[in-house]
């Protein structure tokens, strides 16, 4: 029986790349680690939001062997063996993996190959979205994504609209918790910017913001559709911050808009926080959204959120209170919707707030004790 201040061994399993799956899982192991619990990282490469030495936080990184007649490496063996060779040496309590493809799998298969070895290895599965919306329910995947689900220690999603989602798309007889995302707010706050904000709107120009894997999925071909409407009534400037599969089309889309002058690409910018700092909106037009951390990490800068209403974002940007939302592709709604905060400083001010203070909801101070009581829970009972 493990006690209420016991401290734990971890291990998480995510994609350390940009995204939002990685950066949830990275910022929780950090947390943890800071509460004292052992925190181990298995993964192919260095996660993107571990860039300093912690105490109690250690890196495993995953290698994965080629041989001529493998035309698709098998990362998924590779990893199950280095997750048994740690949670083996490192004697893990338990094993918390993030996106479930194929990271639940291969939780199960280590699970097993433990038991035979007459040791237990819980794992906890947290589903992220596109890993339910999108592809895990494609016929490729889904049989082995529900049973990985159902055989799962414990399951949680990142929001109420996920779970409902899980049990749409497949047979899962699992209790599925929900854990919203959250985030550091002594990280994510406004701070005080203002010669960045000169240098991008020198004129004094309102500064809408866009940030995301460029993923089709962002409909970032919308970014662009609010951003011509806006600019048309409000001297405005757009910045766009990541980068991914869009990015080459939705720049050519812009030199043919003929308006470079006034969107800049960011690249995938550390230090977010400082830019989102200085921007007026958030625009979130997404074709489905299981969250919208980005969304979240505007709104702790005072950024209100201009969304699509899709999955997860209503949980976050409440509709006339920290933004808008409208369906999804209806541009001219959300246009609508953002001249109507610029245009008026005392609203946009007023909306500015209201999003700070509704993203304290999401602290990770609050968050972080309903996973330690999951993970305790599932490591006395397995
Ligand atoms: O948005 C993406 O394409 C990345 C993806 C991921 O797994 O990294 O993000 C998903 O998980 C995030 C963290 O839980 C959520 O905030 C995003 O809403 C979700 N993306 C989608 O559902 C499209």
């Known amino acids: 029986m493990l006690m209420e201040n016991a401290q734990m061994r971890i291990g998480i399993v995510c994609y350390p790349t940009f995204g939002g799956s990685g950066v949830i899982a990275t910022e929780l192991g950090k947390a943890l680690a800071e509460k004292g619990h052992q925190v181990h990282f298995i993964t192919y490469s260095q996660p993107v ?19 001529p007649l493998f035309e698709f490496a098998p990362y998924e063996t590779a990893l199950t063996s280095k997750l048994v060779d740690v949670a083996r040496f490192e004697k893990l309590d338990l094993v918390h993996v993030h996106y479930a493809i194929p990271h639940a799998s291969v939780a199960y298969m ?11 290895l819980p794992f906890i599965t947290t589903l992220h979205g596109t890993d339910i919306t999108l592809v895990g329910k494609d016929e490729s995947y889904s049989p082995v994504v529900t049973f990985a689900i159902n055989h799962s220690n414990a399951v949680t999603s990142v929001s ?16 599925i918790e929900v854990i919203p995302n959250f985030i550091d707010l002594k990280r994510f706050n406004k701070q005080h910017k203002d010669h960045f904000r000169r ?14 894997n460029f993923r089709p999925v962002k409909r970032i071909d919308d970014v662009l559709d609010i951003f011509k409407r806006v600019i048309r009534k409000i001297p405005s400037k757009l910045l766009l911050i990541g980068d991914g599969p869009e990015r080459s089309k939705i720049e050519k889309e812009c030199r043919e808009l003929q308006a470079c002058e006034h969107i800049r690409f960011l690249g995938k910018l550390d230090a977010i926080e400082e830019i989102l700092s200085v921007c007026d909106v958030f625009l979130l037009p997404s074709e489905t959204e299981s969250f919208g951390l980005a969304a979240l990490e ?37 246009a609508e919707h953002a001249i109507h905060l610029l245009e008026d400083e005392s609203r946009l001010e007023k909306f500015k707030k209201n999003a700070q203070a509704h ?20 490591i006395n009972e397995s």
């Open 110 to 120: 280590a699970q097993k190959i433990m038991e035979s070895q007459g040791l237990r």
């Open 359 to 378: 993203s304290a909801n999401f602290d990770i101070r609050k968050i972080l004790p309903l996973y330690e009581n999951l993970y305790r829970k599932v």
């Open 160 to 175: 109420k609209s996920l779970k409902d989602d899980t049990y749409k798309n497949f047979s899962v007889n699992k209790e």
């Open 49 to 67: 939001r571990l860039e300093h030495f912690a105490e109690n936080v250690y890196f495993h990184e995953v290698s994965v062997a080629d041989y």
């Open 199 to 212: 240098a991008i709107a020198p004129s004094g120009e309102k500064i809408l913001v866009h940030a995301s």
């Open 298 to 334: 505007a709104m702790a800068c005072q950024v209100p959120v201009i969304s699509s209403d899709t999955g997860g974002i209503p949980e976050v940007n409440i509709h006339g209170h920290t933004g808008f939302l409208s369906p999804v592709g209806n541009t001219d709604k959300m």
